[in-house]
């Protein structure tokens, strides 16, 4: 059964850093390479969003333009591990921030979500 579990959330000053991790369980190791991962975060009384994703194929990363210069996504396929570097955090950055797995074969979608790790920025 695939499970993916975040870790690295806290709280953080204005202007910290901190590192999330989500190790997903459950694949394969050639299976996992082939999810497309993404990072979704919500705040409180606000729509889920999108933050940053990371290709299967090629590695590439995109990034929510609010999030741009500041979050760095990396991805580990040996470890089954993503990972999203946080630095110069504001507090409209604070929300509980989900990892997800998306795949889509023969026009079948697979998602998997974490539970979520909160994230709160203040002083």
């Known amino acids: 059964q695939v499970q993916l579990v975040e870790s690295g959330g806290g709280l953080v000053q204005p202007g910290g850093s901190l590192r999330l991790s989500c190790a997903a369980s459950?694949?394969?190791?050639?299976?996992?390479?082939?999810?497309?991962m993404r990072w979704y975060r919500q705040a409180l009384g606000k729509e889920r969003e999108l933050v940053a994703g990371i290709t299967s194929v090629g590695g590439s990363t995109n990034y929510e333009d609010s999030v741009k210069g500041r979050f760095t996504m990396s991805k580990d396929n040996a470890k089954n591990t993503v990972y999203l570097q946080m630095s110069s955090l504001n507090p409209e950055d604070t929300a509980v921030y989900y990892c997800?797995?998306?795949?889509?074969?023969?026009?079948?979608?697979?998602?998997?979500w974490g539970q979520g790790t909160q994230v709160t920025v203040s002083s």
């Open positions: 459950g694949f394969t190791a050639s299976s996992f390479s082939s999810y497309t």
């Open positions: 997800n797995a998306h795949r889509t074969s023969w026009g079948k979608s697979y998602d998997y």
